[in-house]
RNA sequence: GGGAGCAUAGCUCAGUUGGUUUAGAGCAUCUGCCUUACAAGCAGAGGGUCGGGGGUUCGACUCCCUCUGCUCCCACCA
């Protein structure tokens, strides 16, 4: 049968995918084996693939698949996030596009098109996971929102409520007046903006009146006056010193406010006055708390000014300021204006000027989980790969604020809180248990009269117990119920594989829920991925159009070309510059495995051959080295460090199978390969795809159900990983001394523009290369005889060359140029003399032969020796080259 | 402003408690090859003194200080 010698992936793909679905290859249950688990980190059901997922789980099927050749019981959770504020918005935005307003309609209208959105467009980035080759146990799917994962995160709600760590509490959000809502601060986008500066002079009050004297304030929201609550100076400004105890009259409104002190104030910015207006600067705000100063409020949620404003009442906030500028001026409180440009908050969705807004909100207090999950990271118990990442987290452990978990969306968990009548609410999972819980106020309440919190739970709220409810969701909630099976036997998961962003917002809080309701934490090790950037290092988005489509690059070079050209430029923490030509290279490593298995395909093994001498070695060697190569791999792996795994595999298989082993062995044209090696390449072969397999899935499996006969419904996924035997390094580096000795020769002839066709001769010191090794030379640079030095005659003109202490001669009568041939000699010496001078002078030093361990000060003497023998035997091959 | 980190060949990165032949890899480059698995290939070669300066040490890419440049996180100046 006819090969193509063009590896093809797309029809491989395809057919490997349902094969290992249809065989359930991806499920797993609980069993006696050791058990190792991922939990994907679940992406917004509405999102499409990005590069991003790409690398990160490639990273997880690497090691669920190499966790599951291993003999472990390997289980990938996946699932996707209900990310109610990214979802909601497209909800919206969809609905609008229809000409449907959010306004208009009720929230359970507005539920039904969000969970119908969801149901048409939620599978999608799942379905493109299987193109990548994402071995998922695809039956545990969950989905935040599913009503069971909804549940638990109603009991935790009440459970942290019931413990008094949750409470409500007024605190400044970014309040979108557009929008009508408050937003995340990571949904607040900071721009630069022009500005002015205004500077305003607040006249110093005597008992209520205007006196003449005044000082100077500068701001840039000069609408907000009416809302000051104080004038604020530094404790230690001198210049200010006199104002101590006075009070000010606000401008216009001739409020009188007093003088405070306080060590935010910049002493040398603006004019080291700073008015004070708590209800509508978050700073202003911590000011306020601190120094207990009232809080008037004179915006509405329309971003207008309200009655509190006194003062242009209902002007919308940037029409107010040109007009409270004027008056200003006209009044004389203007000292003067000048440009000035800061970073203006702005909403991601609407674009409109974000304005920070006291309101109501629900809270849960961190401090006491986040020292708990501190200790995680301390005690070791939770490994962070890098481990630099350390700092950053204990940083934001240690200063953790209370989380501000509501959020005015409808998309999510709604707050299971109740108001009753008087204004007083209840906590319970349900409006059953809400309402016994009122009627202990007020036994003539009933259900219709309780009305529930219209807010719905901040996304991490449900996120952070993922963990846990992907096995059993009715945990959450009840630290003592007993885990279920699956709980039990998968928890804590092994790896979790994520980006260093979500560190905080998710991560750490995962490892409090863990303790929290397991008394565990969730994993033993976080793998953080860098960004995937492009060539020039920006951030992938769309809005810059710089990202590939994923789907398209795997229709391009195939999915396991895909996977390498990722995985071997990331190492973990750092940022990827991702560039097509990485994606070539992978594709290009698939075609050449594909090749080496078109060459050794077409073998023909007989009887009556039998192994030379040359062969066996190879064969010795080559097993010797993939021992040794697994120890490394093995290495790699247990630090993490995955593109150095498949880089090792990587030269590996092109370079010593392919360009040494393969080549060794080789029959020539039309013979016939001896039965040995033949069977010792394929199981070399069946090893090294072994190997290969958790990095390039597709094109493994293809190739090891073609290398010999299996059973309907076995995989290379559910093999064995080869593991490491004995090995004889000195034997692999006498090779290595070999293959050098190889390169040398092929230069020589190179450079002298010899033929392969001509056959050459070689002398060589005795006993330092095993002779079985010398063969490899006959056969790769056509060498008819390997002879001992001492035969070599001695006037006869050749090329010389060293390798370790090892001399060589060629004798090459026919083509020498003595010149340049003592040329080259003379470059040789003059670099060992630089050598050995070098060592000379640290063994002359007499501390450092005193100071230095043995063993360095041994090694001196070998380089020293060494270099001495090299140079004698150059200068004497030199010598004899001269006397021709 | 607070915190963290990075700076090694053209590019992307290794270099594991300072000492194993005067720094390694992949890609890219250059040269020669359509050699009967692969031109998505084969063979060979060139290329860095480890950001600058200072210090510790017998010895520094590796430790300390400092300067320069860059990145990220957090908070943002009225």
Redesign the pocket.
């Known amino acids: 049968m006819e090969?193509p010698?063009?590896?093809?992936p797309a029809g491989t793909e395809e057919k490997w995918y349902s094969y290992w679905l249809s065989h359930k290859l991806f499920h797993s249950e609980p069993d006696e084996r050791e058990p190792y688990t991922i939990v994907i980190p679940p992406p917004n059901v509405t999102g499409v693939l990005h590069m991003g997922h790409m690398l990160n789980n490639t990273i997880q099927d690497v090691l669920i698949r190499r966790a599951r050749m291993s003999g472990k019981n390997a289980c990938w959770v996946p699932g996707t996030d209900h990310a109610s504020i990214a979802t909601e918005a497209k909800v919206v935005s969809k609905l609008k596009a229809e000409g449907i307003e959010k306004s208009e309609i009720t929230r359970e209208e507005f539920l039904k098109h969000a969970w119908d959105w969801k149901e048409k467009h939620g599978g999608i980035i799942l379905e493109q996971l299987k193109k990548l080759g994402a071995s998922c146990d695809w039956d545990r799917t969950k989905f935040t929102m599913d009503p069971e994962l909804s549940d638990g995160v109603i009991n935790t709600f009440v459970h942290y409520y019931k413990k008094g760590l949750i409470y409500r509490g007024v605190r400044m959000v970014n309040w979108d007046p557009e929008g009508q809502t408050a937003v995340s601060?990571?949904e607040v986008i900071?721009k630069e903006t022009k500005?002015k500066?205004y500077h305003l002079r607040y006249y110093i009050s005597d008992n209520g009146k205007k006196t003449d004297r005044y000082i100077v304030?500068?701001?840039?929201?000069p609408e907000t006056i009416m809302a000051d609550s104080a004038v604020?100076i530094?404790p230690d400004d001198e210049r200010y010193s006199y104002l101590k105890g006075k009070k000010v009259l606000i401008p216009l409104i001739e409020k009188e406010i007093p003088i405070i002190q306080d060590n935010?104030?910049?002493?040398?910015?603006?004019?080291?006055?700073?008015?004070v207006?708590p209800a509508h600067?978050?700073?202003?705000y911590?000011i306020g708390l601190r120094h207990n100063l009232p809080f008037t409020d004179i915006i509405d949620k329309w971003g207008r000014l309200n009655e509190e404003a006194k003062i242009f009442v209902g002007e919308e906030r940037f029409e107010a300021r040109k007009k409270i500028v004027g008056m200003l001026y006209e009044k004389g409180h203007m000292e003067r204006e000048e440009d000035?440009t800061?970073?203006?908050?702005y909403s991601e969705r609407t674009n409109a000027v974000i304005e920070p807004k006291l309101s109501l909100q629900w809270f849960m207090k961190m401090d006491d989980a986040a020292s708990r999950a501190l200790e995680y990271i301390d005690e070791d118990k939770i490994k962070l790969i890098p481990d630099?990442?350390r700092?950053?987290y204990r940083?934001?452990m240690e200063?953790v604020?209370d989380w501000c978990i509501s959020r005015q969306l409808w998309w999510g968990q709604r707050i299971p809180a109740w108001y009753l009548p008087d204004g007083s609410y209840v906590v319970a999972a349900d409006i059953k248990e809400a309402l016994v819980e009122a009627k202990k106020r007020d036994s003539g309440i009933e259900e219709h009269m309780l009305i529930q919190d219209p807010d719905v739970l901040d996304t991490w709220f449900s996120s952070w117990l993922w963990p846990i409810s992907v096995f059993d969701p009715e945990k959450p909630g009840f630290p003592d119920k007993k885990p279920n099976r699956d709980l039990e036997y998968y928890y804590p998961t092994n790896d979790l594989v994520t980006a260093?962003?979500i560190l905080?917002f998710w991560v750490a809080r995962m490892v409090m829920a863990g303790d929290e309701f397991c008394g565990n934490m969730p994993f033993r090790n976080v793998y953080l991925t860098?960004?995937v950037r492009d060539?020039l290092?920006r951030?992938m988005s769309k809005s810059l159009g710089n990202s590939p489509d994923p789907i398209d690059l795997m229709k391009i070079?195939?999915a396991d070309?895909v996977r390498v050209g990722m995985l071997?430029?990331?190492?973990?923490?750092?940022?990827?510059?991702f560039?097509e030509?990485?994606v070539?290279?992978g594709?290009?490593?698939?075609?050449?495995i594909?090749?080496?298995?078109?060459?050794v395909s077409?073998w023909e093994s007989s009887d009556n051959v039998s192994q030379n001498e040359r062969s066996a070695t190879a064969v010795k060697w080559f097993d010797n080295l993939l021992s040794y190569s697994f120890t490394i791999i093995e290495?790699h792996f247990s630090?993490f460090?995955i593109?150095?795994a498949l880089?090792t595999l990587?030269?590996l298989f092109?370079?010593d199978f392919?360009?040494?082993y393969?080549?060794i062995i080789?029959p020539?044209?039309?013979e016939k390969i001896d039965i040995h090696t033949h069977q010792s390449t394929n199981e070399f072969f069946d090893k090294l795809l072994r190997l290969l397999h958790p990095f390039m899935p597709f094109i493994t499996e293809e190739l090891w159900q073609n290398l010999e006969k299996r059973d309907e419904g076995d995989s290379i996924m559910i093999s064995c990983m080869p593991k490491a035997v004995e090995y004889d390094l000195s034997f692999i580096k006498k090779a290595e001394e070999c293959?050098e000795a190889?390169?040398?020769i092929?230069?020589i002839?190179?450079?002298r523009?010899i033929s392969?066709k001509e056959t050459l001769k070689l002398f060589v010191t005795d006993n330092s290369i095993p002779s079985e090794l010398l063969s490899f030379i006959t056969k790769l640079v056509n060498i008819e005889s390997v002879k001992p030095i001492s035969e070599r005659g001695s006037n006869n003109a050749g090329a010389s060359f060293m390798v370790?202490?090892t001399e060589f001669f060629i004798p090459l009568d026919n083509y020498i140029d003595k010149e340049q041939e003592v040329e080259k000699i003379d470059a040789e010496i003059?670099?060992?003399?630089?050598?050995?001078?070098?060592?000379n002078k640290?063994l002359s030093?007499p501390?450092?032969v005193?100071?230095?361990?043995k063993?360095?000060v041994e090694?001196?003497y070998?380089?020293q020796r060494?270099?001495i023998t090299?140079i004698e035997k150059l200068t004497r091959a030199r010598e004899d080259l001269l006397k021709l």
């Open positions: 090969i010698a063009k590896y093809d601060d990571e900071r500005s500066l304030v500068a701001t840039t929201r604020c530094h935010y104030v910049t002493m040398d910015f603006g004019t080291g006055c700073l008015k207006t600067d978050i700073n202003d911590e000035y800061s970073q203006i908050g630099k990442f700092n950053s940083h934001w200063n604020k260093p962003e905080f860098g960004i060539k290092g951030k070079y195939g070309g071997l430029c990331s190492s973990a923490g750092n940022d990827i510059l560039d030509s990485q070539e290279q594709r290009n490593f698939s075609n050449k594909w090749n080496a298995y078109r060459l077409g290495d630090k460090r593109s150095d880089m990587y030269k092109w370079d392919c360009s040494w393969l080549e080789k020539g044209r039309g293959k190889i390169v040398n092929r230069n002839r190179q450079s523009n392969l370790g202490t003059k670099r060992l003399d630089g050598f050995l001078n070098s060592v640290k030093n501390r450092f005193e100071s230095a361990p063993e360095v090694t001196e070998n380089k060494d270099a090299k």
